[in-house]
Every structure is written in structure tokens, then in C-alpha cells.
């Protein structure tokens, strides 16, 4: 159990209209105290939880600030402790002075998470929630803040709890049936046993299964967009991004680097990368942006290849499709505001997907969003009930399906109850593990690691 009192600024550092810097311990009202003087004269200690009490802050006699101090006693708040907020105005200065005074009169420094470390530590929350609070702050778009949002819930807590509990009723009566066999113990019912290992493979398979949806709504699908120099690819950058992030101009190679931003198309994440285009050159430096350009493709998991709609297909052309074979492709027929020329036929036969648009008039792009949608997924399907959200997560449930296979192979093969068990009891380990019922400092540490300090 933690005993010091931390302390940390709340908020993103620079200007704002507030600022607010978290105090949490046992000691935290009292430190609070010390500093703040309501205009009321109510000290906090006599503040009952969830009052505020409007203010200043004083450094001896000198007034720092004019602030709220909200007030949350153990053990309703956050972290389980005794909890003061302090909302002073927002800026670098006032904020850090206020954080100074705190941690001189009584406080320590928080660590990265600490706050929410200390929630689950005093079991307002297990690991999974925890996990999912640094993925509602990460959340780059809407379904990822609400898949978020529902695991912060519980949703995944509580489909791992309803395999839990029918597994431990079953090991509590295989262990005692084993142990006792003299005493009035009733048997063993094996459907029931049967059908709780079933229950419990179903609902974890498909846990593992959806992991890769989860993984695409909380990191983006990894994007390139190719083709050849001109035909419109920073364009369609610009566009996606929303402001001019690659410079446009009619001049062949003009984007010799990789040039990466993150966009949020309708409930899908797209980590993109605009390359260089690809063709022939005896240009050093654009030759380089062009081989890694190709050496994007294979590695990416959707493809962008872009194509310009005004000329006629030619070798560079059909290089860049025979390349987009046994990958997620979608052929983006750019300018189709001008004269038609390219070859549509030979591309649908070639790439399944094929949009036709003009990103300068922004026409036909809707699709790119709908299409994007249907080939990962995301389209129509509701992931609030509960996914497996990180890759800790992801390999204590895949051990855990591994050891109910076991025992269900244990039972086919004739195997005493007591091989049964070893299994099932295995299972409950690595779901212990995943909730962080049963997990190590070590694992607990790394977790937290990744918090941004005050949350």
C-alpha cells in the first residue's frame, strides 16, 4: 500500500484557461491546507467530499493565485485516498509555482500514472480499466474513445469474470472431489464440466480473433499512398490531413521523403505515409525516396495507389499494380475532372478496390472512408462489449484458451480429473493475470510506465 502523499500537475503544460494540479494521500487535505485560504475562512479539513471551496493560494503572505479547491475523501475518488483538486488559472508559472508550494509544504512528486496506479492498487479499478484510461486520453478518434470508454467500464473485466467464476467453481469441485474421496462429495458432473470449458473456449477464441479489429481501432491502420510523380498522391495527403502538409506543385519528384501524418477518416484511424513517386530517375536523392517508397508497400497494411486518370497507362504504371499483388490495395483513380485516358479495365481487373475521384474538387472521396470501413471491419460492427485491447492482454488470453484446450483434450483422452484440473487451474492463472488480480510489480510497473505524470 502506497503511503506518501503525490502530487502532480493534471493538465497539458502551457497556456489555458485552467490549470490543475491533483494532490492524493493521506496527508493531502492537510498539505492543501497549509497553502490555500478560502474566502469563506472554511478550512478543507472541514470540507465534506465533493465541495469545492473558492479561494487563493498563498506563498507565506504573497498571493499566488485565485482558485477552487475541490476536496474527495477516502475512499471516493479516484485513487481510493484522500483526494484535492486545485484549479488555478492555466500557464506554465502559476501552475508550476502552485505544484512548488504543494511539494514543499509535504507532498513528493508523482510518478508517471501514479494516480491511477494507486486505483488499482486500492481496487477502485483492475488492470484492464487502468490500461483503458491511457487509451481514452491516446484515443485518436471516436470509435477508439468509445471502445475505450467501455473497457474503462469493464466490458472486458466482465466477460473475463464469467469465465473466471464458472473455471474456479469447477476447480474448487475437482480439487475437493480429488482430495476428499471419503468424504460425501457429490461427483463430478462432466457435461457441466464440458460445457463450462466449451463456454469458456468460445468466448476467449473470440476475444483473440477480434484482436486485430482492436488493435486497428487503437493504432490506426499502417497506410501508404504510391504512385507515380504527379498524379495527385500529396494532394490526396493534404486533403486527408486537412491542411497542407505536403507541398503541391507541377514538378515531378518534388516529395523526395517519406512524409507521415496520422488522420482520422469517419471512425477509422490511418497511420499514412506519402512516398515518393515511383519511376525511373538519375537523381541520387530522389532515387533513395523512391526505393523506400517500394520497401513501404510490403509492409504496409492498406495500400493507396494512386493514378491519374488524364493519361494513359504506361510501364511505370503497371510495375507499381503488379507490386500491389497479395497486399490491401485500394486504386485511387485521380483528375476525373479531366479527360478520361487511363485504362479503368485493365486496373479493376487487377485491384479489387478501385474509387475514381478528383482530389482537387474533393469529389468521389466519401468512398475512400466507406470502402477503408468495409475491407478492416470497422463498418457496422459494435466493439463496446469488451475486446482485447494491448498485447499483454492479448498473451495472457491466448494461454489461457491454450489451457482450456488442454483440458479439454485431457477429458477426450481418458486423463484423470487431476490432469483436468492442472489445466483449468492454469486458465485461471493467466485470467488472473489479465485482470492484474495475480500479476507481478514488474508488470505492474511497465504498465504504468506508459501514463503521462498527474493521471
Same mark, same amino acid.
Do not use: W
Given at each position: ?27 493531502? #487535505? ?299 490495395? #485500394? ?125
Amino acid at each position: 500500500m502506497e503511503t506518501e502523499t503525490i502530487a502532480a500537475i493534471a493538465t497539458a503544460r502551457g497556456q489555458g484557461g485552467i490549470g490543475v494540479i491533483r494532490i492524493s494521500g493521506e496527508d493531502s #487535505i492537510e498539505i492543501a491546507d497549509k497553502i490555500f485560504v478560502s474566502y469563506l475562512n472554511k478550512k478543507l479539513k472541514d470540507t465534506p467530499g465533493y465541495t469545492a471551496r473558492y479561494g487563493r493560494i498563498f506563498d507565506k503572505n504573497e498571493c499566488i493565485d485565485e482558485v477552487v479547491a475541490l476536496v474527495f475523501r477516502a475512499p471516493h475518488s479516484y485513487t481510493g485516498e484522500n483526494v484535492v483538486e486545485i484549479s488555478c488559472h492555466g500557464g506554465v508559472f502559476v501552475t508550476e509555482q502552485v505544484l512548488k508550494l504543494v511539494i514543499d509544504n509535504g507532498a513528493i512528486p508523482a510518478g508517471p500514472g501514479e494516480f491511477t496506479k494507486r486505483a488499482f492498487l486500492n481496487g477502485k479499478m483492475d488492470l484492464t480499466q487502468a490500461e483503458a484510461v491511457m487509451d481514452i486520453i491516446g484515443a485518436k478518434g471516436k470509435e477508439a474513445a468509445r471502445v475505450a470508454i467501455s473497457l474503462r467500464d469493464g466490458a472486458l473485466s466482465q466477460k473475463i469474470n464469467k469465465i473466471k467464476k464458472e473455471l474456479i467453481a469447477q476447480a474448487a469441485h475437482l480439487a475437493a472431489f480429488a482430495d476428499y474421496p471419503e468424504d460425501d462429495i457429490p461427483q463430478v458432473e462432466m457435461d457441466e464440466l464440458i460445457n463450462t470449458l466449451n463456454l469458456s473456449e468460445k468466448i476467449l477464441t473470440e476475444l483473440i480473433c477480434e484482436y486485430g479489429n482492436g488493435k486497428i481501432i487503437r493504432d490506426g491502420i499502417d497506410t501508404v499512398i504510391v504512385g507515380k510523380p504527379n498524379v495527385g498522391k500529396s494532394t490526396l495527403m493534404n486533403f486527408l490531413s486537412g491542411f497542407e502538409r505536403c507541398i503541391v506543385t507541377d514538378i515531378p519528384g518534388t516529395t523526395r521523403d517519406i512524409i507521415e501524418e496520422t488522420v482520422s477518416i469517419g471512425n477509422v484511424i490511418l497511420k499514412i505515409s506519402d512516398t515518393a513517386g515511383i519511376r525511373e530517375t538519375s537523381d541520387p536523392v530522389e532515387s533513395i525516396g523512391v526505393e523506400m517508397a517500394k520497401n513501404k508497400i510490403s509492409g504496409a497494411q492498406l495500400v493507396l495507389a494512386v493514378f491519374d486518370a488524364s493519361k494513359n497507362l504506361d510501364q511505370e504504371d503497371i510495375s507499381i499494380i503488379e507490386n500491389l499483388k497479395d497486399t490491401n490495395a #485500394i486504386a485511387i483513380v485521380n483528375k476525373m475532372d479531366l479527360e478520361t485516358k487511363i485504362d479503368c479495365k485493365y486496373i479493376e481487373e487487377n485491384i479489387k478496390k478501385v474509387i475514381y475521384c478528383s482530389a482537387i474538387s474533393r469529389k468521389g472521396l466519401n468512398e475512400l472512408e466507406k470502402t477503408i470501413s468495409e475491407m478492416f471491419y470497422t463498418s457496422g460492427s459494435d466493439f463496446t462489449d469488451g475486446i482485447l485491447y494491448n498485447s499483454r492482454q492479448y498473451a495472457a488470453a491466448k494461454m489461457a484458451l491454450e489451457c482450456i484446450v488442454e483440458a479439454k483434450n485431457a477429458i477426450d483422452i481418458g486423463m484423470t480429473l487431476d490432469a483436468v484440473d492442472v489445466s483449468i487451474e492454469s486458465a485461471i492463472e493467466e485470467l488472473l493475470k489479465l485482470t492484474g488480480e495475480r500479476v507481478t510489480e514488474k508488470v505492474t510497473n511497465e504498465v504504468f510506465s506508459h501514463f503521462c505524470v498527474g493521471k
